[in-house]
């Protein structure tokens, strides 16, 4: 059974960092795309970064580009995301989820973050 | 970036009926290898996001076949058959042909 489960968030002053954390099982790690996706309280979903399988390519959209860095540990079946700079509009419950052929088929249960001071 | 719009917002359904989700995109997500990259997603009340249909019409596992999903180019649909209580929720759209990725605002499904 495929399982993610995200872990790291909590409350955060503006301009601080944080390092999320998703530990992955239930399938070889090392063989998938990875992602994370976010939601904004009472708001959609926002797809926030990918990263290929060995890690060395790396995808955002521009309202993270710069500030946020995914990256992966296949060693240990992990994935993370580093959020520098945090604005209060990152506050949401962030998602990790399995990327295969162009989809997100599998996601965590999600781990909420909140900007404030 | 692709702008995704899901139309109703809000859709009031009555147990055992039918419901009828749309998807437009701002351009074509027919991808440059001839795939079309939308998929649709229903989201239960405190859970995370589950699959239900990728790459228009193929339903993922165990969804049953009370969902079906249609479409090309900028239009898509997704139907749902003898509504069920287990199918309440926000449905969302997604394109992932073109980067970055983009979700449709989403779609409530209640109950009338």
């Known amino acids: 059974e495929v399982q993610l489960v995200e872990s790291g968030g909590g409350l955060v002053q503006p301009g601080r960092s944080l390092k999320l954390s998703c530990a992955a099982s239930?399938?070889?790690?090392?063989?998938?795309?990875m992602a994370w996706v976010r939601q904004a309280p009472k708001k959609g979903l926002e797809w926030v970064a990918t990263?290929?399988?060995?890690?060395?390519?790396?995808y955002y959209p521009d309202s993270v580009k710069g500030r946020f860095t995914i990256s992966r540990d296949n060693a240990k079946s992990s994935l993370y995301l580093q959020m520098n700079s945090l604005k209060s509009e990152d506050t949401a419950t962030y998602y990790c989820?399995?990327?295969?052929?162009?989809?997100?088929?599998?996601w965590g249960q999600g781990v909420m973050v909140t900007v404030s001071s | 970036d692709v702008v995704m719009t899901q139309t109703p917002v809000s859709l009031p359904v009555s147990l055992g009926g039918q419901a009828s989700i749309s998807c437009r995109s701002s351009?074509?997500?027919?991808?440059?290898?001839?795939?079309?990259?939308l998929h649709w997603y229903l989201q239960k009340p405190g859970q995370s996001p589950q699959l239900l249909i990728y790459?228009?019409?193929n339903r993922f596992s165990g969804v049953p076949d009370r969902f079906s999903g249609s479409g090309s180019g900028t239009d898509f649909t997704l139907k749902i058959s003898r509504v069920e209580p287990e199918d309440l929720g926000d449905y969302y759209c997604?394109?992932?042909?073109?980067?970055?990725?983009?979700f449709g605002g989403g779609t409530k499904l209640e109950l009338k």
């Open positions: 989820a399995r990327h295969t052929m162009g989809l997100l088929d599998y």
């Open positions: 351009q074509s997500l027919v991808h440059s290898n001839g795939n079309t990259y």
């Open positions: 990263i290929s399988t060995s890690g060395s390519r790396t």
């Open positions: 239930g399938f070889t790690f090392s063989n998938y795309y």
């Open positions: 997604l394109q992932s042909t073109h980067f970055p990725w983009t």
């Open positions: 790459r228009v019409s």
